[in-house]
């Protein structure tokens, strides 16, 4: 098996090499991991790409490059240019800090597993949520790092797999606890907290030049029952189905009645 890793934390982040276990573990020992990361930190780029400018590749040892752009660049450069042959699952993450509720709508993590979705590969974005529980502990990654190869072996096995325009990929999130307390898995959607949503304050600095700095809000905030930060909140991994398509389905019908 052959697979692609990536993350928006940046080539040298922690949590890279928490996937990169779980990820040869995935492979076997007949398998490839190709790591193709972003040179430095990309958090909260969503799914951008490097649109306007040209992005440098630079290969630091075999099959592991740092990537001058996002995360979706990364999987851009590694189905199209680097890898010799393309992937057949693309992982990103583990991120530190939680991707779950609207936080989804900011994620490098996602954007990446976004874009290998888009180019028609399976893909899962992981990510450890952070808190009181596991934040100080010598692997704040535990729950990512004990239980991490379990959960995407069940969901490569169990889970669904389609070849739609807009393609199925999953959105994981590990509990903020310790490993041991984890109390597995639940197939979630995508929550919603009142209070964590961005703002920005500003800060003047010493040449007396006014800048912003974004601003979020606390992360503990519970959710709807049978959505990905409650389940997080009870010591569970969420799994989340996604797709690309921001089509409100659910309303297409009502407004062909009241506009056309």
Same mark, same amino acid.
């Given at each position: 098996m052959r697979l692609l %890793? *990536?993350?928006?934390?940046? %080539?040298?982040a922690p949590g890279?090499?928490?996937? @990169?276990? =779980? #990820?040869? +573990? =995935? #492979?076997?020992?007949?398998?490839?991991?190709?790591? /193709? !990361?972003? &040179?430095?930190?990309?958090?909260?780029v969503g799914h951008c790409i490097s649109y306007t400018r040209p992005t440098l590749v630079s290969k630091l040892e075999e099959r592991r490059y740092a990537v001058e752009g996002s995360p979706a660049d990364c999987v851009l450069a590694g189905v199209h240019d680097i890898m010799? +042959?393309?992937p057949d699952l693309v992982l990103s993450g583990v991120n530190r800090g939680n991707n779950a509720g609207e936080n989804v709508l900011y994620s490098g993590t996602i954007g990446a597993a976004m874009e290998a979705a888009l180019q028609g590969?399976? &893909? /899962? &974005?992981?990510?450890?949520? $952070?808190?009181?529980?596991?934040? @100080?502990?010598? @692997?704040?990654?535990?729950p !990512?790092?004990?239980?991490?190869? #379990? *959960?995407?072996?069940? =969901?490569? @096995?169990?889970? =669904?797999?389609d070849s739609a325009d807009y393609r199925l990929f999953y959105n994981v999130n590990f509990p903020p606890c310790p490993a041991v307390e984890t109390q597995g898995l639940a197939v979630t959607t995508q929550g919603w907290r009142t209070k964590a949503g961005h703002a920005v304050a500003p800060h003047i600095s010493p040449s007396g030049r006014r800048f912003? $700095?974004?601003?979020?809000?606390p992360q503990n905030e519970r959710t709807a029952p049978g959505t990905d930060v409650a389940a997080n909140m009870e010591d569970r991994i969420s799994v989340t189905p996604m797709r690309c398509d921001l089509t409100a389905h659910d309303l297409v019908d009502r407004l062909r009645d009241t506009l056309e």
């Open positions: %890793i *990536t993350n928006d934390d940046g %080539i040298t890279l090499k928490v996937l @990169d276990r =779980i #990820a040869r +573990e =995935i #492979a076997g020992p007949e398998g490839e991991v190709w790591t /193709i !990361a972003p &040179a430095f930190e990309q958090s909260g010799p +042959e393309r590969l399976p &893909a /899962i &974005a992981l990510s450890q949520f $952070y808190g009181p529980r596991n934040k @100080d502990l010598d @692997d704040p990654f535990e !990512a790092t004990l239980h991490g190869t #379990a *959960t995407v072996r069940k =969901i490569l @096995d169990h889970g =669904i797999w912003l $700095y974004v601003t979020g809000g």
